[in-house]
């Protein structure tokens, strides 16, 4: 099998001439070329210490060196001595990982003509974004096999082999509403046998479970891995995501990105963040959080209208809950109690393929948690005794 990016990449895309902007050729001196306002912020309080009035770094390497770093120290694929270390080039940064996956398939698909693939059920901005450009959408559902939500990668190759149209297949992983990481081996399948596109492995919550793709795509040309500082980093208000790819994609996606797309507060944020010691802080954090996921997965599967067999896996940040056994009217009114009553608001999403009456519970605080294992039973238990 022989991937070729420029029959995957559309053409005037794939020869796209980034712009230039002011601050590729100078960034010291009397700064007279990007029609800025040399005065600085009119908030008078933002002016002390403050370079909000010029335009931000436009490639933020040293972020992106420190992240590719800390990918090639926790990948799961150190004996492969084959495979290429990630560097700075192997990455493009959006605003959130909604920005690149717009990004990604527009530079692979043909508006009105191509497609994607999603495997339902799944993060909903993959369709929504296919929509926004005039792509059709192509679903192969998921299979539940032991209550995991795993890919089938027999029926997948047989429908990316069958449409040479589809230009994308979007794996979350862990899986959102699932919670479920993709088995890394299925996903090396459909690389190793489909040349025609690119594998999307969306991994927002990888780092609760650990095991990322990204180190994969020194070797895998056709993969492209999206990640977020919006969930284990706890970064979610700057809006930050990050795509791991070849050198060679990698250069068509920055090319293609608007000259200042990382505000400067987002990349100050963003690089404090992966400095050693703040690494530490958020492999603690995700630690804390899987301890309490298990807290509340056991005090909430044991209360009466709560299936004891959670739904999907327990690799992301939250754990998915079957209400009488797939009862989306309670649920659906569970979830409205608890946020117009009790002031707790988690998420029904007894509309997904496989998830009938099913309520998204993200995992808290340690004083979250317990306000809302308080007020589910309270609330459970109401309904549970009108019915």
Known sequence: MTFDLQKIVRPKIYNLEPYRCARDDFTDGILLDANENAHGPTPKELQKDSQLHRYPDPHQLEFKEAMAQYRNKTSSFKDDTNLIPLNANNLCLGVGSDESIDAIIRATCVPAKEKILVLPPTYSMYSVCANINDIEVVQCPLVVDDNSFQVDTERVLTILKSDPLIKLCFITSPGNPTGVKIDTDK???????????????????????????????????????????????????????????????????????????????????????????????????????????????????????????????????????RINGGDNIMAKQLYYNLATISGVVVRFRGTELGCTGCLRVTVGTEEENNRLITEFKKTLAELMANK
């Open 187 to 321: 996903i090396i399948e459909i690389l190793s046998n489909w040349d025609n596109g690119l594998v999307v492995v969306d991994e927002a919550y990888i780092d609760f479970c650990g095991g990322s793709t990204a180190p994969l795509v020194t070797k895998y040309p056709n993969l492209v891995t999206l990640q977020t500082l919006s969930k284990s980093f706890g970064l979610a208000g700057i809006r930050l995501g990050m795509t791991y790819a070849s050198n060679e994609l990698s250069r068509i996606l920055n090319a293609m990105k608007a000259p200042y797309n990382i505000s400067r507060m987002a990349a100050s944020y963003a690089l404090t963040a992966v400095q050693h010691h703040n690494l530490q802080l958020m492999e603690q954090t995700t630690e804390k959080m899987n301890i309490e996921q298990r807290r509340l997965l056991k005090e909430l599967t044991a209360l009466n209208g709560v299936d004891d067999q959670y739904v999907g896996g327990l690799d992301a940040n939250f754990i998915l809950l």
